[in-house]
């Protein structure tokens, strides 16, 4: 992955925000298309892990951003928590982790 952000990164509970993930694949050039799946997950000490979005994309050889918006959901604890977002195929994983606060 060549970038992420997320905003805010101070988030009251039930407010939203927005994550986004540049990436490159790169294939053998008899490969059309690849399957990748885009996973954002949250997570924190109390609550542990909980899955926010999963998605599956059909993608080419090049550069893509992926942006998602969520909701903070209503029964987490405040505090320190990390945002998670996968991007994997068949062959490799990789992973990038934001912290953010709940307040």
């Keep these: ?38 996973t954002r997950m949250l997570f924190n000490e109390r609550d542990g892990a909980i899955t926010l979005a999963e998605r599956k994309v059909l993608r080419t050889q090049g550069t893509y951003s992926s942006t998602f918006q969520f909701r903070m959901p209503e029964m987490i604890s405040k505090g320190d928590a ?16 934001t912290h953010i606060k709940i307040v």
Aim: no cysteine; aromatic share 4%; glycine share 2%.
């Design 1 to 38: 992955m060549e970038e992420d952000f997320t905003l805010p990164r101070n988030v009251a509970i039930g407010s939203t925000i927005n994550t986004n993930v540049r990436y490159t694949i790169l294939a053998p050039i008899d490969m059309k298309k690849i399957e990748i799946t885009e």
């Design 82 to 97: 990390i945002i998670v977002t996968i991007i994997s195929n068949d062959i490799q994983t990789k992973t990038v982790t």
